[in-house]
């Protein structure tokens, strides 16, 4: 059977690439070995990524991560709710004119349209710098780790 | 309607076609037929193409036609309806785009499926996303039959018919042919056609009214006869306190339900990296929050200039304000440059259809083949190629969808997508957000998440006054009315969530904390994904 899915390439080649620890060392292992193998492997890479996961410089990436987007999730969506409910109960309040045509409603409105534009663009940057580059580091020696166990997976 | 608009407005539209199929011969012309490359495109399209694509999937005959309709009738309510669109997206961008392109591959039953028992949360994601596709579709297909009598003035049952036939055989061809690649460059093209026509529209707009946007709105506000309150809240849901929790149902399932939409979250595997993902994103609400800033003044505009009555007596539900206020600002129904407008506005309206609905397909056989089929074949059968079982599963679901269109033709459009998105909010939002940032989550939790937001949106729907117990629901008949509002989200979005934590608990299985350590390095930084 031929996959073209070139994931399945790599796992399929992998095994024949390892370095016989399980003692199968031969370049085409028997279908049940190779089964043995892959759950072998797939325990030893849980623990690579647990490993990275307890890391520090993983621990700072995630700290990043959350720290903006929990705080930016809560406010857009405070404001948001915040807006809905009050042109549902109170539209009175949103009727009061501002200048000229405009009122409180049409403020808020855009308000909305210009909050989610600069948490768009707050978020962009902060992702480029704060966490794009230590992301990448981390992503390089996760596949070194996995890639040493697997045997060229990812 | 003359006979000039119709025979322009097909010519238009036939160039459409002709284009479309073009790029999708081209583009299928040495095609492998791999899974990569039919649902992903190959992963290889930059951020910009994506951005636009993103848009193209997401600015449906709803927001083109339908919102700015909503504006020039019910003034500043409508304007609500396009806040809840747009600030969904910061919710994509936060949690979903870039997560969701390092954990998966084709579907968002990946993303789950990684760290649970495979089969059953597969089966149920992938239920789901049919389900909400399939919602979807059907809006679509309604859209464009009404669209159809509405522009070319055939409005006998048999035109409707054949038009909603239509969409859904070049639906099936692109799709099938051209996969992921020709369903992208479709929607490249159509959301360029699309920002086109609306800045040429705004423009003129704004030369009628010597840019002097105050001036529009107080026309706008005196031509509709209510005066002030047509810029204030409160005319479509003012009222009693069924009406405004309507509201509030509906205004959360829209800021959650976008998250959750199986076509907008395919859309991320087409880039190569969740750094790509992000910039696609980003670039998109650029895109989606231009066109409904520029949306809201067409639909001041249409009150303004076309007024609300003409309005009513082309379409009750103001559907035709945009090709209407095209027809005006080129000069009038009997010249050169108001036929010529409105032609392009009603030929970049089919073309929005025909690229949503091509959209959504696409993203629903990848639910059925890679999810659906995938889990549910006899583990000894033949295994036949996942693409092929796709491109089946496109032909099925378009016949389903030309089906159920035909039925639900006489369906409100805008309320049939609040609805897909509230079905997206209860059912696929909950078990997402859970399986990234949740350490404990289980199978068991997984699966009720989705089935106890799945189950009760769709029931309290058959339970609403839209199916039955009031003079415009589907079955007006009978009375099996028992729960007062139109949209389920506010009841069923909280399900999802509660269902999602009582499976969790309730389960004796232990969380596998390996597995949830490599969704969250591999959610975060990429690592091993494809």
């Known amino acids: ?154 | 309607m003359t006979g000039n608009h119709q025979t322009l407005a097909l010519l238009l539209f036939s160039a459409f076609i002709a284009v479309t199929l073009g790029i999708t011969t081209w583009v299928s012309r040495n095609r492998h037929g791999s899974e990569e490359e039919f649902y992903a495109g190959g992963r290889l399209f930059s951020p910009m193409e994506n951005g636009f694509a993103i848009s193209g999937d997401y600015l449906s005959a709803a927001s083109f036609l339908g919102v700015t309709g909503l504006i020039a009738l019910f003034g500043y309510d409508g304007l609500l309806y396009v806040v809840g669109f747009f600030v969904a997206w910061l919710m994509v961008l936060f949690l979903v785009a870039e997560l969701v392109r390092n954990c998966g591959r084709f579907t968002l039953a990946d993303v789950v499926a990684a760290r649970m028992s495979e089969r059953p949360v597969r089966i149920a994601a992938g239920t789901s996303s049919v389900t909400v596709s399939v919602l979807y579709l059907v809006a679509q297909m309604v859209g464009a039959g009404s669209l159809v009598s509405l522009l070319l003035g055939g409005t006998s049952p048999a035109a409707r018919a054949w038009t909603v036939i239509g969409v859904g055989a070049l639906m099936v061809i692109y799709v099938s042919m051209g996969g992921m690649r020709a369903t992208t460059w479709i929607q490249i093209v159509k959301a360029v056609l699309m920002m086109s026509g609306t800045i040429a529209l705004t423009v003129l707009t704004l030369v009628r009214f010597h840019g002097n946007l105050n001036h529009l709105l107080l026309t706008a506000a005196a031509r509709s006869g209510r005066g002030a309150a047509f810029l204030a809240p409160g005319l479509k849901y003012g009222g009693d306190w069924t009406a405004r929790f309507d509201f509030i149902s509906l205004g959360l399932a829209l800021v959650l339900g976008t998250a959750g939409l199986p076509h907008i979250l395919s859309r991320f595997y087409t880039v190569p990296t969740a750094r790509a993902a992000r910039r696609s994103v980003v670039w998109s609400i650029g895109l989606i929050g231009a066109f409904y800033l520029m949306t809201i003044i067409l639909g001041f505009a249409a009150a303004a200039v076309v007024g609300p009555d003409t309005l009513r007596k082309s379409n009750e539900a103001g559907n035709t304000a945009v090709p209407l206020l095209a027809l005006d600002l080129g000069g009038g129904a009997d010249s050169t440059g108001g036929t010529v407008l409105f032609a392009i506005v009603a030929a970049v309206a089919f073309a929005t259809i025909l690229a949503v609905v091509a959209g959504i397909t696409l993203a629903s056989s990848a639910s059925v083949a890679h999810d659906l089929y995938a889990s549910l074949r006899r583990p000894n059968a033949k295994p036949r190629s996942e693409v092929a079982v796709a491109r089946v599963a496109a032909v099925g679901i378009g016949v389903a969808a030309i089906g159920l269109g035909l039925v639900a033709r006489n369906l409100n459009v805008a309320f049939l997508v609040g609805l897909a998105f509230a079905v997206a909010a209860s059912a696929n939002l909950p078990v997402l957000l859970y399986s990234l940032f949740w350490r404990g989550f289980t199978t068991r939790g997984a699966v009720w998440a989705v089935y106890g937001g799945l189950i009760p949106a769709l029931a309290l729907v058959l339970l609403s006054p839209v199916v039955s117990g009031s003079p415009e629901s589907l079955f007006p008949g009978v009375d099996f009315q028992f729960f007062p509002l139109q949209n389920p989200g506010l009841v069923s979005i909280p399900l999802g969530f509660l269902a999602g934590w009582l499976g969790t608990v309730t389960s004796t299985e232990v969380p596998d904390e390996a597995k949830h350590a490599e969704t969250e390095v591999r959610a975060l930084t990429g690592a091993g994904a494809v």
């Not at chain 1, 210009?114 to 966490?131: C, E, I, P, V």
């Open chain 1, 1 to 154: 059977m031929r996959y073209h899915d070139p994931w399945y390439d790599a796992l399929a080649s992998g095994w024949g690439e390892t370095d016989g620890t399980d003692g199968t060392g031969g370049p085409a292992p028997e279908v049940p070995a190779a089964r043995r193998e892959d759950a072998d492997h797939a325990v030893r890479a849980g623990d690579v990524y647990l490993e990275v996961q307890r890391s520090a410089a993983f621990q700072e990436v995630r700290g990043r991560y959350l720290r903006f987007v929990v705080p930016a999730t809560v406010v857009f969506f405070t404001w948001y709710v915040a807006y809905v409910v009050t042109a549902t109960t109170a539209p009175g309040f949103m009727a009061r004119p501002v200048a000229g045509a405009v009122n409180v409603g049409m403020v808020a409105g855009l308000g909305q349209f210009l909050t989610t534009f600069l948490l768009t663009w707050a978020y962009a940057r902060h992702a480029r710098l704060r966490r794009d580059r230590a992301a990448l580091e981390l992503r390089w020696d996760t596949q070194e780790l996995t890639r040493g166990i697997r045997g060229g997976t990812s």
